[in-house]
């Protein structure tokens, strides 16, 4: 066997030795190496990601009644490598992979020490993606085979603070799969650009908040508005005395909203509670706060008149920007607060499309850009010049440039940003990744001055 699997890789060994340009294929010939010999296990299925929860009403707390893994799904990381080469599912000679986003507020101070274990575990099994750790809890995104996938979720709830994981699942085409696996035309270590993450890299950040509101007194672990299934939410948001806010951005609610939805015209979350204050004409000083009647539904606005506050039924993506929102509503003297449990995500994937009163498709924040009904992938791209999604419409755009600019960033941009995207551009193109193929290693014959040679900087400006 040992010696099969040698005279297979042999060509890729004698390839990387051809020319110096291509001396960075010998990790992906090892890689390779490495998966051929690899025993192949049957990864258990993943569990039902998200199952009923109680509403804030109902409990004491609203983290109580977490959701679990059934014990015998899960295998807590015993350490060494997976290896799972299942392809039963897709019928291709790689396992069949998946997305899985998730979140948990919790009290997390020591979160910065959760970070090398967490990293380490997601390279060692291939799963790549971004993971945000707060003192606040955990929030992220990640893609692998789905006994990797679950082997990391299942490491992150090992710690009683983070048990309980909201989480939704997306599937993975089997074009994105083959990319995922680095079968690229440009490159044989990159993942290429429309890869859901690149098969290589997990990003694990450390922060200050898993979703950024710029109100440290906000605590949806204290306090949050009550939970709305998918199937209850159309009935909701069609009563005429619910207003109904969506709690995105403004690039992400051009593409998609739901009906009779309200558009706060945010760039960012931190400006929700300013659009609140606005919008409701709400006092900001301590003796003008809450003038509440008995039932507490109405609050003394600016002009000293007391405002009605309407019953409100919040959104967001996967519902983690909700819990902050509907927490700050509820400290604003709001008394109905309600929120899409699961978000946008789980509502197209569990509402039909016949019955739906969502319009357009879902923006994302990985590579797929957008969704739709039954989390298959939309049709909209994404600049790389500002990060926005794009339609094909805009495609047509004289202001569009691939990799460079589109018609929402263009005119913000100086020609020198415009260069800089250019070049980062070709070398994507060149190598597959930006840097070039000496990205990440120390250069063994440093510039010392302006007189020396300067050809390696010439040939990858701009690397990052």
Known sequence: MALSLAVLSAPFLSFTKCSSRFSHCAAAATALFRTLSCTPLNPSPLPRLLHSMATASDRSSPL????????????????????????????SDHPSLVVVSFYRFADFPDHASFRKPLKDLCEELRVSGGIILAPEGINGSICGTRESVERVLSFIQ?????????MVESPVTPEDEAIHHGHTSSSPVGAGEDAPFR????????????????????MPTKMVG??????DWNALISDPETMVIDVRNMYEIRIGKFKWAVDPCTNAFREFPTWIDEQFEMKKSKESESASTEDGTHMQSENGKQKSLPRV??????????????????SKGFKEVYHLE??????LEEVPKGESLWEGECFVFDKRVSVEHGLVPGTHK??????????????????????????????????EEKERARARQRQFETWGIIGGPGKGRRNPNPVKSSGEDDSKSRRFPNSI
């Open 64 to 91: 109580q009644n977490p959701l679990h893994f059934p014990s015998s799904a899960i295998k807590i990381p015993t350490g060494g490598a997976i290896k799972t080469v299942d392809s039963a599912s897709n019928g």
């Open 158 to 166: 090992s710690d009683k603070r983070l048990k309980g994981l909201r």
């Open 199 to 218: 098969w290589d890299h997990v990003r694990v950040k450390l922060k200050k908040e898993i979703v950024t509101f710029g109100d440290p007194s906000v």
């Open 226 to 231: 009550k939970y709305v299934k998918p199937r």
């Open 313 to 330: 039924a919040m959104y967001c993506t996967g519902g983690i920007r909700c819990e902050k929102a509907s927490s700050f509503l509820l």
């Open 342 to 347: 699961g978000g946008i995500l789980k509502y």
């Open 382 to 415: 994404l600049c790389y010049g500002c990060k926005q999604p794009i339609s094909d419409e805009d495609m047509k755009s004289p202001e569009w440039e691939y990799g460079v600019s589109c018609p929402y960033c263009f005119s913000s941009k100086s020609e």
